[in-house]
């Protein structure tokens, strides 16, 4: 028995019901023409090396099979050249150890390689750079209460001693306060002489100021119903709410799909985020974007959605002519 294996690119802007249906199509062929699969590999979206036919991004199908004869695979190669969906295909014929290989990796015997993370630093220049993040060793993630408790010794023990007055500071001390008593009935006398004319120039000096202040306290009554029309508005919101909610109002989800670079699988990951209409995305930061891309995965991180709330802004106001314009001037979506 001869083992092959065949990886074709299917085209991301189809439906996943079509995409699954051109998958569909070749397991039966070569089951057909007597072949036995071994095993489907849906790997999914992937990016692409290079563009093809305007496209950056393509969805994956790896399929494992088993033939007496490598008859079959001139005749799914001619299908699948005549496929238009199917954007690049590749055959390999599996020796021994290719076959070893497929069979530890589908039982876990291969482990797989972590993607290198990466975080962004200041460099010495004060530009920023991109650093491989590494994990601290165990020694550098303790407490660090004993170093501290070390330090707090070393300082007590450099601390100065300080010594007691001697008794000559003593005697300067009395002095000195004797000196205070005697001075403190000619200070009160010039305060109570002072005091008075200093007061009424300050209340003259602060008229302008306190009648600035009045005016401006003035305006609080206008700021107060602003407030006011906000606190009205946003009641009125949530009694909408709560009536959509009482009337199970649904709102009619649209096809994610037609912006440029959303897949059937991105726009499944969108509308498990509650993302459903075009609205919806055009309201939504590109950064949220990418936080959803991210937690679904690695192969999720390449895509750039950065055009994708404009795009669908322009088709929630119905500019078709604008959106495919502007697409065919886009890069996958970039």
């Not at 709560?242 to 726009?267: C, F, Q, R, T, Y």
Request: charged content about 40%; glycine content about 6%; aromatic content about 6%.
């Amino acid at each position: 028995m001869r083992q092959y294996e065949v990886t074709f690119v299917v085209d991301p802007v189809l439906p996943s019901d079509e995409v699954k249906s051109v998958a569909k199509k070749y397991a039966n062929f070569l089951e057909k023409n007597g072949c036995t699969i071994v095993h489907k590999d849906e790997i999914g979206l992937r990016q692409l090396a290079y563009p093809i036919n305007r496209r950056n991004t393509g969805l994956y199908y790896c399929y494992e099979y088993q033939t007496e004869t490598g008859k079959v695979v001139g005749d799914i190669e001619l299908q699948m050249r005549r496929d238009e969906r199917i954007m690049r295909f590749l055959t390999v014929k599996l020796d021994k150890y290719g076959i070893k290989y497929n069979e530890d990796k589908r039982n876990g015997l291969i482990a797989k390689v972590e993607p290198v993370v990466k975080e962004e630093k200041e460099d010495s220049r004060g530009r920023r750079r991109k650093f491989v993040k590494k994990d601290k060793p165990a020694a550098e993630k303790s407490t660090g209460k004993e170093t501290v408790k070390e330090e707090v010794v070393e300082v007590v023990k450099e601390a100065p001693v300080v010594a007691a007055p001697a008794p000559e500071v003593k005697e300067e001390i009395a002095v000195a306060k004797e000196a205070v008593e005697e001075t403190a009935p000619a200070a009160e006398e010039v305060k109570e002489e002072v005091t008075a004319p200093v007061v009424e120039e300050i209340v003259e000096e602060t008229k302008p100021a306190a009648e600035e202040v009045k005016e401006e306290v003035s305006v609080a009554p206008e700021v107060e119903e602003v407030e006011e029309e906000e606190e009205e508005i946003e009641e009125i919101e949530e009694i909408f709410e709560d009536w959509s909610e009482e009337k199970n109002v649904e709102v009619k989800p649209d096809d994610l799909k037609k912006v440029e670079g959303i897949g059937p699988k991105i726009a499944e990951l969108l509308n498990n985020a509650g993302i459903t209409t075009f609205a919806q995305l055009a309201k939504t930061d590109a950064e949220k974007i990418k936080g959803i891309l991210s937690d679904a995965g690695s192969r999720y991180k390449m895509h750039n959605p950065t055009t994708w709330p404009k795009q669908a802004e322009l088709a929630a106001e119905g500019k078709w002519d604008e959106l495919k314009k502007w697409q065919d001037e886009l890069d996958g979506g970039k």
